[in-house]
């Protein structure tokens, strides 16, 4: 069974870094794409950034501007958000994503909040 198990999350001050992680299991077919989506309070869920299988191709929402980097780790089965130069407007809960063969997957989200 697939699963998704995001953490990293926490408080940091403005300026400041995170790496968020998320564990995935279950993926016995492998996925396609992995993505993390973040949903602030009273905004929808927005794409943050996106890596391709088997190619590694990535793609980011206009707002992470160079800051914030995804990575795979294919032996281990973890995908990274390296995030810098946090912002107060980056305060969200961050979802991580899989598109797989048997279908879409979420974890359970992991808060970011960043302090002015």
């Known amino acids: 069974q697939e699963q998704l198990v995001e953490s990293g999350g926490g408080l940091v001050q403005s300026g400041g870094s995170l790496r968020l992680s998320c564990a995935a299991s279950?993926?016995?077919?492998?996925?396609?794409?992995m993505s993390w989506y973040r949903e602030a309070p009273g905004k929808g869920r927005e794409l943050v950034a996106a890596?391709?299988?088997?190619?590694?191709?990535?793609d980011y929402g206009d707002f992470v501007k160079g800051r914030f980097t995804i990575s795979s780790d294919n032996a281990r089965n973890i995908i990274y958000l390296q995030m810098n130069d946090l912002k107060p407007d980056d305060t969200a809960v961050y979802y991580c994503?899989?598109?797989?063969?048997?279908?879409?997957?979420w974890g359970q989200g992991t808060q970011v909040t960043v302090a002015s």
């Open positions: 994503n899989a598109v797989a063969p048997r279908g879409d997957f």
């Open positions: 279950g993926f016995v077919f492998g996925w396609f794409a």
């Open positions: 890596i391709t299988s088997p190619d590694r191709r990535t």
